[in-house]
């Protein structure tokens, strides 16, 4: 009898601590930035570590998407977007365009361009983001 009881008493504790952890799907995660700086050097150390959401989230739509996927499975592997006039240089003068390439959901790198025009072939100034293994 007496291990019937445990067993039983074992049971619904552990039914009502699981149902203490239960997942509330109302909960949101707070974002960690709501703003990017403008400065360039600033804003590539803060992109590296936001999400895809995220980012839309703070900059908006892009004004210009282009995505590289599988023939096979027509996943999207890659993408690039292009942005107009977010970033400045150490001088304060804004670059017509910033460029994110993205995989595995999170920025890769970040150019910005002199240039309005996305086809460009001349170089800018091109920065690869390190991502920290851990935010804190």
């Not at 008493?9 to 995660?29: N, P, Q």
């Not at 804003?43 to 900059?59: A, K, P, Q, Y």
Request: with cysteine; net charge negative.
């Amino acid at each position: 009898m007496k291990y019937l009881i445990t067993v039983f008493f074992l049971f619904t504790c552990t039914f009502s601590f699981a149902d203490h952890h239960a997942i509330d799907e109302g909960v949101k995660e707070k974002p960690l930035f709501t703003e990017l700086p403008t400065l360039d050097v600033r804003f590539v150390e803060r992109i590296g570590i936001l999400t895809t959401d995220e980012i839309l989230n703070i900059l908006g739509e892009p004004a210009k998407r282009i995505e590289l996927k599988m023939k096979s499975s027509n996943d999207v592997i890659a993408r690039t977007w292009y942005y107009h006039n977010i970033n400045t240089d150490e001088n304060g003068t804004y670059f017509p365009t910033t460029e994110l390439d993205i995989v595995d959901g999170y920025v890769e790198s970040v150019v910005f361009m002199n240039e309005v025009d996305e086809t460009t072939t001349i170089e800018a100034k091109k920065y690869d983001v390190e991502r920290p293994n851990s935010v804190f």
